[in-house]
């Protein structure tokens, strides 16, 4: 199961006022885990090559170190000279997912930590991960995590206090 997969259906059992603590928490272990070259590798992975491996880590980096730009299969496969073909294939034969459902969990993650964690608005938030709309950040962001950047916010500023309330009485 994907890290996110399992992010989303703890969250989706977790009572409201909890869903903000959970969130802040999840959010720092993806930047652990982004920041840790992501932790052990799956156990099929052993049917790549040491070449394929070391490739599809430094485009894993490097995809985590570029959110915030346009990414395409064509400028990866150009960038790290292989096949957009092979490139598709391999990246996902090792993460367990396409590379373009890849950088958005990744950018919705970093969007829902910054959402937590900054005052930054909705609009600078959808342009710091990497959305040229607003609008389709919202429409992502709302597909994610079912409900809009705005709510998501108030849901965990609402339960971070909630919670801190009731370990200080």
Aim: with cysteine; charged share 20%.
């Amino acid at each position: 199961m994907l890290w996110s997969e399992s992010l989303f259906l703890t969250l989706d059992r977790l009572p409201l006022n909890r869903r903000g603590n959970y969130c802040v928490l999840k959010a720092l272990e993806l930047l652990y885990l982004a920041h840790a070259g992501g932790g052990p590798q799956p156990e099929w992975s052993r049917h790549l090559d040491s070449q394929q491996i070391e490739l599809m880590e430094r485009v894993h980096d490097y995809i985590l170190e570029h959110l915030e730009q346009r990414l395409t299969i064509q400028q990866l496969s150009q960038r790290f000279g292989i096949s957009g073909t092979n490139l598709k294939a391999s990246f996902r034969k090792f993460y367990g997912t396409s590379i373009h459902q890849y950088i958005l969990d990744h950018r919705l993650a970093w969007a829902a930590q910054l959402l937590c964690t900054t005052e930054l608005s909705v609009l600078q938030i959808s342009a710091a991960v990497g959305y040229g709309s607003v609008s389709q950040f919202g429409v992502a962001f709302k597909s994610k995590y079912h409900m809009s950047p705005s709510h998501f916010r108030a849901e965990a500023k609402m339960s971070f206090f909630d919670g801190f309330l009731s370990n200080t009485v």
